[in-house]
């Protein structure tokens, strides 16, 4: 899980991650999908039944496992269940469209949950999301930069590569993993 989708490994922790990944049917499909439609993966039935007889509505699919659900007070499980599925949805794009794999984004989304689930017992108003993103792009560029440093030119070849993936749609790395 963690050399093809670290970001969502890094927020939700591997069995859920892989639990949303097998629901949505491949990293690709849930990258797709909205936060609302992730946010209630794995609650398909509830969901047909409610819309079928008219009940509530579920709150929570396959995240309800996370241990941020567990955190929250009832009044405010169904907030947490959809911050957690933005943040999720948001992972899954960053680990299917980018092409080096990097935890920098997940750790950054798990720290925003945690000051939300913070702000929701203390009421202590957590950072906004264009300073968090802010900084874990100065700190990828600050890792990229030392391996760039170091990697010096890695050649024509390997760009035209990435390249030549890129144009079908997705990364080198990406092709890589689903191939073999």
């Known amino acids: 899980m963690d050399s093809l989708c670290p970001n969502l490994t890094a927020l939700m922790g591997a069995p859920i991650g892989a639990r949303l990944i ?6 690709f499909s849930l990258a797709k999908k909205p936060a609302s439609t992730v946010q209630i993966l794995g609650a398909e039935k509830a ?11 579920p709150k929570h699919g396959v995240i309800f496992h996370s241990s941020f659900i567990s955190r929250a007070t009832a009044k405010n499980k169904g907030r947490i269940s959809r911050y957690l599925a933005n943040k999720a949805a948001l992972a899954s794009r960053i680990d299917f469209f980018r092409d080096k794999h990097t935890k920098v984004y997940g750790m950054k989304f798990k720290q925003q949950v945690e000051d939300r689930l913070e702000f ?6 957590p950072r906004k999301n264009l300073e968090v993103m802010e900084e874990a792009k100065k700190e990828l560029e600050a890792e990229e930069g030392t391996a760039s440093n170091s990697d010096g030119d890695a050649g024509e070849e390997s760009a035209k590569k990435k390249k030549k993936y890129r144009l079908r749609g997705r990364s080198s790395e990406t092709a890589k993993a689903h191939r073999g």
Do not use: I, M, N, P
Request: avoid cysteine; charged fraction near 30%.
């Open 22 to 27: 097998s629901k949505a049917g491949s990293l």
């Open 120 to 125: 929701f017992k203390s009421g202590k108003v």
């Open 47 to 57: 969901l047909f039944r409610a819309l079928k007889k008219g009940g509530k509505l």
